[in-house]
T-cell receptor
Framework: DQQVKQNSPSLSVQEGRISILNCDYT??????FLWYKKYPAEGPTFLIS?????DKNEDGRFTVFLNKSAKHLSLHIVPSQPGDSAVYFC????????????????FGKGTLLTVNP | DSGVTQTPKHLITATGQRVTLRCSPR?????VYWYQQSLDQGLQFLIQ???????AKGNILERFSAQQFPDLHSELNLSSLELGDSALYFC???????????????FGPGTRLTVL
C-alpha cells in the first residue's frame, strides 16, 4: 500500500521555464511534508518542507503547495536550471504509533527531473 | 557533503551470506535511521536508533538487525542474504529523536549491496 505517490517517473523541462513536480498521498494522518533532492551517487538532500496547517511555503526558486482536501502537494521550481536535474522525492511525516512521540517519514518513488539547456 | 558517512560504498556478496553496513552520523546528531531503496522503489524506513536505544521499527526483516554504539555510530547487519536484498541502503541522522515532525534528516551517500 503506497501512501505517498509520485505518478510521474520523469519530467523534462527547458532551462528558465517552470518545473512542477507532483505528489499525492492517502494517509490523512500525515501532518508534515518534505521534498528531498537526490543526485546520482549521493544521498537525498532536504530541499523544502511544509506543515499541514499551511498551503504554501516558498524558499528562493522553490515553492511547495499543499492542497489538503485533494491530498496533493506540488513543488514548483522557477526558473529551472540545469543544476536542478536530479531525482526529487516527496516525503510525508506522521506519528509512528497513535499517541506516540515518534515520527516516521514515508517516501514516494521519486521523479527524475531533467532540465535541458 | 551532509556530514553522514557510510561504509562501504559498494558490497558484492552471495546468497546466504551475512554483511555489516556502517554509518557515522553528523557530529552532534543523536538519532540514526536506516532506509532501503530497492529498484524502482522509494526509500523504505527500516529502523531508528536514538542515543543508543532502538526508537522505532519499520519494514525491517527479522534477518536484519541494527545497533547504535556509545560513540553513536550505527551498524546494520543483514544475514541469510537473498537476491531480493540487493538495494541501496541509506543511513540518515538528525539531532533529536524525531519527536517533532520538523526534525530534518541528513542522509549519507548510501551503500549499494549486490547479492549474487
Amino acid at each position: 500500500d503506497q501512501q505517498v505517490k509520485q505518478n510521474s517517473p520523469s519530467l523534462s523541462v527547458q532551462e528558465g521555464r517552470i518545473s512542477i513536480l507532483n505528489c499525492d498521498y492517502t494517509n490523512s494522518m500525515f501532518d508534515y511534508f518534505l521534498w528531498y533532492k537526490k543526485y546520482p551517487a549521493e544521498g537525498p538532500t532536504f530541499l523544502i518542507s511544509i506543515s499541514s496547517i499551511k498551503d504554501k511555503n516558498e524558499d528562493g526558486r522553490f515553492t511547495v503547495f499543499l492542497n489538503k482536501s485533494a491530498k496533493h502537494l506540488s513543488l514548483h521550481i522557477v526558473p529551472s536550471q540545469p543544476g536542478d536535474s536530479a531525482v526529487y522525492f516527496c516525503a510525508a511525516s506522521a506519528r509512528f504509533n497513535s499517541g506516540g512521540s515518534n515520527y516516521k517519514l514515508t517516501f514516494g518513488k521519486g521523479t527524475l527531473l531533467t532540465v535541458n539547456p | 557533503d551532509s556530514g553522514v558517512t557510510q561504509t562501504p560504498k559498494h558490497l558484492i556478496t552471495a546468497t546466504g551470506q551475512r554483511v555489516t553496513l556502517r554509518c557515522s552520523p553528523r557530529s552532534g546528531d543523536l538519532s540514526v535511521y536506516w532506509y532501503q531503496q530497492s529498484l524502482d522503489q522509494g526509500l523504505q524506513f527500516l529502523i531508528q536508533y536514538y542515543n543508543g536505544e532502538e526508537r522505532a521499527k519499520g519494514n525491517i526483516l527479522e534477518r536484519f538487525s541494527a545497533q547504535q554504539f556509545p560513540d553513536l555510530h550505527s551498524e546494520l547487519n543483514l544475514s541469510s542474504l537473498e537476491l531480493g536484498d540487493s538495494a541501496l541502503y541509506f543511513c540518515a541522522s538528525s539531532v533529536a529523536p524525531n519527536r517533532g515532525a520538523t526534525d530534518t534528516q541528513y542522509f549519507g551517500p548510501g551503500t549499494r549491496l549486490t547479492v549474487l
